[in-house]
Protein backbone atom coordinates (compact mmCIF):
# COMPACT_ATOMS: atom_id res chain seq x y z
CA UNK A 1 0.00 0.00 0.00
CA UNK A 2 1.18 3.73 -0.48
CA UNK A 3 1.69 5.86 2.63
CA UNK A 4 3.11 9.29 3.45
CA UNK A 5 5.63 7.88 5.81
CA UNK A 6 7.84 10.28 8.46
CA UNK A 7 10.81 8.86 9.03
CA UNK A 8 13.07 11.98 10.70
CA UNK A 9 10.95 14.88 11.82
CA UNK A 10 11.75 18.10 10.55
CA UNK A 11 10.19 21.41 9.82
CA UNK A 12 7.11 21.20 7.71
CA UNK A 13 8.83 23.45 4.56
CA UNK A 14 11.59 20.89 4.24
CA UNK A 15 8.99 18.05 2.91
CA UNK A 16 9.51 15.49 5.95
CA UNK A 17 7.06 13.19 4.57
CA UNK A 18 7.86 10.56 1.83
CA UNK A 19 6.00 8.36 -0.31
CA UNK A 20 6.73 4.77 0.68
CA UNK A 21 5.60 1.22 -0.19
CA UNK A 22 4.56 -0.41 2.78
CA UNK A 23 2.94 -3.92 3.36
CA UNK A 24 -0.99 -4.23 4.19
CA UNK A 25 -2.10 -4.67 7.27
CA UNK A 26 -3.46 -7.67 8.45
CA UNK A 27 -6.29 -7.19 11.22
CA UNK A 28 -5.81 -8.97 14.44
CA UNK A 29 -8.62 -10.24 17.17
CA UNK A 30 -11.23 -7.67 17.05
CA UNK A 31 -10.09 -5.27 14.77
CA UNK A 32 -11.14 -4.11 11.01
CA UNK A 33 -8.82 -3.00 8.02
CA UNK A 34 -10.17 -0.02 6.49
CA UNK A 35 -9.57 0.94 3.20
CA UNK A 36 -8.73 5.00 3.69
CA UNK A 37 -11.04 7.26 1.52
CA UNK A 38 -9.84 10.94 2.77
CA UNK A 39 -7.69 11.67 6.28
CA UNK A 40 -8.38 15.46 7.62
CA UNK A 41 -5.23 17.12 8.42
CA UNK A 42 -4.86 18.44 12.19
CA UNK A 43 -2.36 20.58 14.07
CA UNK A 44 -1.31 17.73 16.24
CA UNK A 45 0.44 16.11 12.62
CA UNK A 46 2.21 18.95 12.47
CA UNK A 47 3.76 19.05 15.71
CA UNK A 48 4.12 15.82 14.80
CA UNK A 49 6.23 15.80 11.88
CA UNK A 50 8.34 18.62 12.82
CA UNK A 51 9.06 16.62 16.28
CA UNK A 52 7.34 19.23 18.51
CA UNK A 53 5.97 16.03 20.39
CA UNK A 54 7.99 13.06 22.14
CA UNK A 55 7.44 10.66 19.17
CA UNK A 56 7.09 6.86 20.87
CA UNK A 57 7.21 5.53 17.36
CA UNK A 58 9.59 6.13 14.36
CA UNK A 59 8.95 5.54 10.91
CA UNK A 60 5.47 6.47 11.61
CA UNK A 61 2.24 7.29 9.31
CA UNK A 62 0.27 10.37 10.90
CA UNK A 63 -2.99 11.09 10.23
CA UNK A 64 -5.93 10.47 12.93
CA UNK A 65 -9.20 12.15 11.43
CA UNK A 66 -9.47 8.92 9.57
CA UNK A 67 -12.68 8.11 6.64
CA UNK A 68 -13.09 4.91 4.88
CA UNK A 69 -14.67 1.50 4.69
CA UNK A 70 -14.26 -1.63 6.44
CA UNK A 71 -12.85 -4.03 4.20
CA UNK A 72 -11.28 -6.88 6.20
CA UNK A 73 -12.00 -7.92 9.43
CA UNK A 74 -9.89 -10.13 11.79
CA UNK A 75 -11.44 -12.99 14.21
CA UNK A 76 -14.10 -12.24 16.63
CA UNK A 77 -15.16 -9.37 15.17
CA UNK A 78 -19.14 -8.29 15.23
CA UNK A 79 -19.74 -4.78 15.15
CA UNK A 80 -18.96 -3.73 11.54
CA UNK A 81 -19.05 -5.77 8.68
CA UNK A 82 -17.75 -5.31 5.27
CA UNK A 83 -18.69 -2.41 3.07
CA UNK A 84 -19.51 -0.34 6.41
CA UNK A 85 -18.09 3.17 6.05
CA UNK A 86 -16.53 3.80 9.96
CA UNK A 87 -14.49 6.71 11.16
CA UNK A 88 -11.50 6.92 13.03
CA UNK A 89 -9.88 9.36 15.47
CA UNK A 90 -7.28 10.11 17.74
CA UNK A 91 -7.82 7.51 20.84
CA UNK A 92 -6.95 3.92 19.22
CA UNK A 93 -6.94 2.13 22.31
CA UNK A 94 -7.36 2.27 26.27
CA UNK A 95 -6.76 -0.31 28.73
CA UNK A 96 -9.91 -0.39 30.07
CA UNK A 97 -8.37 -0.78 33.71
CA UNK A 98 -6.94 2.17 34.83
CA UNK A 99 -7.93 4.64 37.52
CA UNK A 100 -8.63 7.36 34.60
CA UNK A 101 -10.86 4.26 32.73
CA UNK A 102 -12.50 3.32 35.60
CA UNK A 103 -13.67 6.66 36.18
CA UNK A 104 -14.65 7.48 33.19
CA UNK A 105 -11.84 9.86 32.33
CA UNK A 106 -10.50 7.53 29.42
CA UNK A 107 -8.75 10.63 27.38
CA UNK A 108 -6.39 10.34 30.29
CA UNK A 109 -5.85 6.53 30.23
CA UNK A 110 -2.60 5.84 31.66
CA UNK A 111 -1.59 3.50 28.49
CA UNK A 112 -3.80 5.14 26.03
CA UNK A 113 -2.13 4.65 22.55
CA UNK A 114 -3.09 7.73 19.72
CA UNK A 115 -3.56 6.49 16.16
CA UNK A 116 -0.72 8.09 13.91
CA UNK A 117 1.41 8.70 16.99
CA UNK A 118 1.54 5.44 18.69
CA UNK A 119 0.07 3.31 15.61
CA UNK A 120 0.73 4.29 11.91
CA UNK A 121 -2.17 6.17 10.81
CA UNK A 122 -4.37 7.67 7.81
CA UNK A 123 -1.73 9.04 5.79
CA UNK A 124 -1.94 5.91 3.38
CA UNK A 125 -4.05 3.09 1.50
CA UNK A 126 -5.12 1.63 5.04
CA UNK A 127 -5.30 1.33 8.28
CA UNK A 128 -5.99 -0.99 11.19
CA UNK A 129 -8.38 -0.27 14.23
CA UNK A 130 -10.09 -2.48 16.68
CA UNK A 131 -13.47 -1.61 16.32
CA UNK A 132 -14.43 -0.84 19.66
CA UNK A 133 -12.83 2.44 18.82
CA UNK A 134 -14.01 3.29 15.23
CA UNK A 135 -17.63 4.95 14.68
CA UNK A 136 -20.32 4.81 12.31
CA UNK A 137 -20.68 8.14 9.64
CA UNK A 138 -24.07 9.85 9.11
CA UNK A 139 -24.79 9.41 5.69
CA UNK A 140 -25.67 13.09 6.21
CA UNK A 141 -21.50 13.47 5.88
CA UNK A 142 -19.37 13.06 2.29
CA UNK A 143 -16.22 11.35 3.46
CA UNK A 144 -14.41 14.64 2.86
CA UNK A 145 -16.86 16.50 5.37
CA UNK A 146 -16.88 13.62 7.93
CA UNK A 147 -12.75 13.80 7.80
CA UNK A 148 -12.74 16.81 9.77
CA UNK A 149 -15.42 15.89 12.78
CA UNK A 150 -13.06 13.39 13.78
CA UNK A 151 -10.49 14.94 15.87
CA UNK A 152 -11.51 18.80 15.10
CA UNK A 153 -15.34 18.29 16.15
CA UNK A 154 -14.60 16.07 18.97
CA UNK A 155 -11.81 17.84 20.53
CA UNK A 156 -14.18 20.96 20.22
CA UNK A 157 -16.89 19.64 21.67
CA UNK A 158 -15.16 18.48 24.73
CA UNK A 159 -13.59 21.44 25.13
CA UNK A 160 -16.94 23.56 24.61
CA UNK A 161 -18.40 20.81 27.24
CA UNK A 162 -15.73 21.61 29.82
CA UNK A 163 -15.79 25.23 29.41
CA UNK A 164 -18.95 24.80 31.09
CA UNK A 165 -20.96 27.16 28.89
CA UNK A 166 -24.29 27.23 28.96
CA UNK A 167 -27.31 27.82 25.90
CA UNK A 168 -27.96 31.55 24.77
CA UNK A 169 -24.33 32.69 26.85
CA UNK A 170 -21.41 34.51 25.45
CA UNK A 171 -18.67 32.16 23.85
CA UNK A 172 -15.13 33.29 22.94
CA UNK A 173 -13.66 31.19 20.66
CA UNK A 174 -9.37 32.07 20.04
CA UNK A 175 -7.28 30.98 16.93
CA UNK A 176 -9.91 30.32 14.30
CA UNK A 177 -9.67 26.95 12.53
CA UNK A 178 -10.86 23.38 11.35
CA UNK A 179 -11.89 23.20 15.32
CA UNK A 180 -13.62 26.74 15.56
CA UNK A 181 -15.26 26.87 12.54
CA UNK A 182 -17.41 23.51 14.41
CA UNK A 183 -18.01 25.01 17.74
CA UNK A 184 -18.94 28.06 16.40
CA UNK A 185 -21.85 26.60 14.45
CA UNK A 186 -22.72 24.10 16.83
CA UNK A 187 -22.56 27.21 19.99
CA UNK A 188 -24.89 29.14 17.65
CA UNK A 189 -27.20 26.27 17.55
CA UNK A 190 -27.36 26.05 21.24
CA UNK A 191 -28.47 29.75 21.32
CA UNK A 192 -24.90 30.64 22.18
CA UNK A 193 -23.46 34.14 20.99
CA UNK A 194 -20.10 33.50 19.71
CA UNK A 195 -17.02 36.16 19.62
CA UNK A 196 -14.15 35.12 17.63
CA UNK A 197 -10.40 36.34 17.92
CA UNK A 198 -8.36 35.89 14.99
CA UNK A 199 -6.00 38.21 12.99
CA UNK A 200 -6.13 36.22 9.38
CA UNK A 201 -8.51 37.72 7.12
CA UNK A 202 -9.99 34.27 5.45
CA UNK A 203 -10.37 33.20 8.77
CA UNK A 204 -12.48 35.86 9.99
CA UNK A 205 -14.71 36.46 6.88
CA UNK A 206 -15.56 32.74 7.09
CA UNK A 207 -16.32 33.35 11.23
CA UNK A 208 -18.37 36.70 9.78
CA UNK A 209 -20.26 34.45 7.20
CA UNK A 210 -21.21 31.38 10.05
CA UNK A 211 -22.92 34.55 11.69
CA UNK A 212 -20.50 35.16 15.02
CA UNK A 213 -21.46 37.74 16.81
CA UNK A 214 -18.40 39.81 16.60
CA UNK A 215 -14.95 39.08 15.47
CA UNK A 216 -11.68 40.80 16.12
CA UNK A 217 -8.11 40.99 17.38
CA UNK A 218 -7.02 39.33 21.01
CA UNK A 219 -6.17 42.45 21.88
CA UNK A 220 -9.44 44.22 21.14
CA UNK A 221 -12.14 44.49 24.18
CA UNK A 222 -15.64 43.05 22.51
CA UNK A 223 -18.53 45.33 23.63
CA UNK A 224 -19.86 42.18 26.71
CA UNK A 225 -17.69 40.16 28.88
CA UNK A 226 -17.70 36.42 27.76
CA UNK A 227 -19.43 33.70 29.92
CA UNK A 228 -16.54 31.34 28.88
CA UNK A 229 -13.69 31.19 26.10
CA UNK A 230 -11.74 28.11 24.56
CA UNK A 231 -8.38 28.83 23.20
CA UNK A 232 -7.31 27.17 19.99
CA UNK A 233 -4.13 28.92 18.76
CA UNK A 234 -0.86 27.34 20.98
CA UNK A 235 0.08 30.85 22.02
CA UNK A 236 0.32 30.95 25.34
CA UNK A 237 0.25 34.60 25.17
CA UNK A 238 -3.25 34.55 24.81
CA UNK A 239 -4.34 33.53 28.14
CA UNK A 240 -3.83 36.74 30.08
CA UNK A 241 -5.77 38.52 26.59
CA UNK A 242 -8.50 35.85 27.27
CA UNK A 243 -8.76 36.18 31.42
CA UNK A 244 -9.42 39.94 30.79
CA UNK A 245 -12.74 39.73 28.95
CA UNK A 246 -14.06 36.86 31.21
CA UNK A 247 -17.01 37.70 33.66
CA UNK A 248 -16.28 36.08 37.10
CA UNK A 249 -17.03 32.42 36.92
CA UNK A 250 -16.13 32.02 33.75
CA UNK A 251 -13.84 29.07 32.45
CA UNK A 252 -11.19 29.74 29.59
CA UNK A 253 -10.47 25.74 28.38
CA UNK A 254 -7.08 24.86 26.88
CA UNK A 255 -8.05 22.63 24.05
CA UNK A 256 -4.42 22.26 22.37
CA UNK A 257 -1.84 19.61 22.71
CA UNK A 258 1.09 22.03 22.97
CA UNK A 259 0.95 25.34 23.90
CA UNK A 260 4.13 28.48 24.42
CA UNK A 261 5.04 29.19 27.61
CA UNK A 262 2.31 31.52 29.89
CA UNK A 263 3.75 34.86 30.50
CA UNK A 264 3.18 35.74 34.32
CA UNK A 265 -0.71 37.01 34.68
CA UNK A 266 -1.73 39.34 37.61
CA UNK A 267 -3.82 37.15 40.08
CA UNK A 268 -6.78 40.04 39.82
CA UNK A 269 -7.27 38.05 36.23
CA UNK A 270 -8.00 34.82 37.61
CA UNK A 271 -9.75 36.19 40.91
CA UNK A 272 -13.77 35.95 41.40
CA UNK A 273 -13.42 31.84 40.51
CA UNK A 274 -12.35 32.25 37.01
CA UNK A 275 -11.34 28.83 36.23
CA UNK A 276 -8.13 27.88 33.34
CA UNK A 277 -8.04 24.10 32.61
CA UNK A 278 -6.55 22.03 29.28
CA UNK A 279 -8.32 19.68 27.28
CA UNK A 280 -6.68 16.41 26.44
CA UNK A 281 -7.59 14.60 24.20
CA UNK A 282 -11.31 12.76 24.31
CA UNK A 283 -13.49 9.36 25.15
CA UNK A 284 -15.42 6.92 23.15
CA UNK A 285 -18.45 8.82 24.50
CA UNK A 286 -17.48 12.27 23.50
CA UNK A 287 -16.94 10.44 19.99
CA UNK A 288 -19.96 9.20 19.87
CA UNK A 289 -22.13 12.06 21.51
CA UNK A 290 -20.43 14.75 18.64
CA UNK A 291 -20.78 12.68 15.43
CA UNK A 292 -24.81 12.29 17.02
CA UNK A 293 -25.48 15.78 17.34
CA UNK A 294 -23.24 16.87 14.26
CA UNK A 295 -25.42 14.94 11.93
CA UNK A 296 -28.52 15.97 13.83
CA UNK A 297 -27.52 20.52 13.20
CA UNK A 298 -25.76 19.78 10.94
CA UNK A 299 -22.97 20.96 11.10
CA UNK A 300 -21.37 22.35 7.66
CA UNK A 301 -17.20 21.73 7.58
CA UNK A 302 -15.26 24.18 4.93
CA UNK A 303 -12.68 21.52 3.77
CA UNK A 304 -10.04 21.90 1.37
CA UNK A 305 -8.93 18.57 -0.53
CA UNK A 306 -5.10 17.85 -1.44
CA UNK A 307 -4.01 14.03 -2.99
CA UNK A 308 -1.93 12.04 -1.00
CA UNK A 309 1.20 12.86 -2.49
CA UNK A 310 0.34 16.29 -1.14
CA UNK A 311 0.39 15.42 2.18
CA UNK A 312 3.99 17.66 2.79
CA UNK A 313 2.05 21.11 0.77
CA UNK A 314 -0.92 20.61 2.72
CA UNK A 315 0.67 20.43 6.30
CA UNK A 316 2.76 23.80 4.63
CA UNK A 317 -0.35 25.42 4.08
CA UNK A 318 -1.91 24.51 7.66
CA UNK A 319 0.75 25.92 8.98
CA UNK A 320 0.89 29.31 7.16
CA UNK A 321 -2.93 29.65 7.91
CA UNK A 322 -3.35 29.71 4.23
CA UNK A 323 -6.24 26.64 5.10
CA UNK A 324 -9.67 28.54 5.32
CA UNK A 325 -11.20 26.10 8.06
CA UNK A 326 -10.26 22.51 7.22
CA UNK A 327 -7.63 20.57 5.00
CA UNK A 328 -8.28 16.71 4.43
CA UNK A 329 -6.12 14.11 1.83
CA UNK A 330 -8.07 12.16 -0.58
CA UNK A 331 -6.20 8.58 -1.19
ZN1 LIG B 1 -6.85 3.28 31.30
ZN1 LIG C 1 -6.06 16.12 15.93
Redesign the pocket.
Known amino acids: MRAMLLERPQPAEDSPLHLKELPTPIPGPGEIRVRVRCCGLCHTDLHTVEGDLHLPKLPIVPGHQIVGVVEAEGPSTHIFKEGDRVGIPWLHS?????D??RRGL?NL????RFTGYHIDGGYADYTIVHENYAYHISPVFSDENAAPLLCAGIIGYRSYRLSGILPGQRLGLYGFGASAHLVLQFARHQGCEVYVFTRTPIHRELAKRLAAAWVGSAEDTPPQQLDAAIIFAPAGALVPQALRVLRKAGTLALAGITMSTIPPIDYSLLYHERVIRSVANSTRQDAREFLQLAADVPLQTDVETFNLEQANQALQALKKSEIKAAAVLRM
Open positions: TDNRCYCECDHA
